[in-house]
């Protein structure tokens, strides 16, 4: 069954700290993939996605994601981290095989220490 | 609306009570897709709508869950005869589009249900 794993479930940081996120998934066919935000209070929102193409992607407030497909990864990565990055952070993955809906990872609570 | 609206933003209900949670999804929003997020974990699928059809249910824990979007436009989820273990908080999202994965999704506020 396809899945999507993020094994860090909490992650406390100082500010200025770098941030890498994993994301492995499992998926056979062609993938797309996204980094979602929740902050404190808000809407899940989109971070940025991956269809195909570069697999370095950027996205919203300076976060970036590499897509290695023989890693079956999509990490998320933020070279200094503010304050205002504390929130929740989900992977999710799309899947067009006999369906058409997103599968998401069980989150990644950082916190970041002004 | 400027964005997905769900109500109630809370909801308690006793075990064995019918509940319904709505959503107002943004207008002109072809596709709308409701989730179910436990405490600790990501949101999952419950089921997908293409304007007023139900293309996919397979998330649809049990018998006891039903969703309709009759117009194509505000969709409801109803659980009957609710179990504690339907206490969660239920997501609703809204695409323009419809396969077209191209165009972001956008989440509501979520219902938080808790169930006595």
């Known amino acids: 069954a396809q899945s999507v794993s993020q094994h860090n479930h909490h992650v406390i940081l100082s500010e200025a700290a770098s941030l890498e996120l994993g994301c492995n998934y499992s998926?056979?066919?062609?993938?797309?993939l996204f980094w979602y935000v929740q902050y404190p209070g808000q809407h899940l929102q989109l971070l940025l996605k991956?269809?195909?193409?570069?697999?370095l992607v950027k996205g919203i407030k300076g976060f970036e994601a590499e897509f290695i497909k023989s890693k079956f990864s999509f990490n998320l990565r933020k070279p200094s981290v503010q304050w205002s990055d504390t929130a929740e952070y989900f992977c999710?993955?799309?899947?067009?095989?006999?369906?058409?809906?997103?599968?998401f990872g069980t989150g990644t609570r950082l916190k970041v220490l002004a | 609306g400027a964005g997905v609206s769900q109500s109630p933003r809370y909801k308690v209900a006793k075990r064995g009570q019918d509940v319904a949670l709505r959503c107002d999804p943004i207008?002109?929003?072809?596709?709308l897709f409701w989730y179910q997020q436990a405490l600790g974990q990501g949101p999952e699928f419950l089921t997908y709508?293409?304007?007023?059809?139900?293309?996919?249910k397979s998330g649809l824990p049990s018998d006891r869950f039903f969703a309709e979007r009759p117009e194509g436009s505000v969709s409801t989820l109803k659980i009957q005869r609710t179990q504690q273990e339907d206490s969660a908080v239920y997501l609703c999202?809204?695409?323009?589009?419809?396969?077209?994965?191209?165009?972001?999704?956008?989440f509501g506020p979520g219902t938080r249900l808790t169930v006595t």
């Open positions: 709508f293409q304007n007023e059809a139900q293309l996919d």
């Open positions: 999710a993955a799309f899947t067009t095989s006999g369906t058409y809906k997103y599968i």
């Open positions: 991956y269809f195909s193409g570069d697999p």
């Open positions: 207008s002109g929003h072809v596709s």
């Open positions: 999202a809204s695409s323009l589009a419809a396969g077209d994965i191209s165009y972001e999704q956008y």
């Open positions: 998926y056979g066919g062609t993938v797309n």
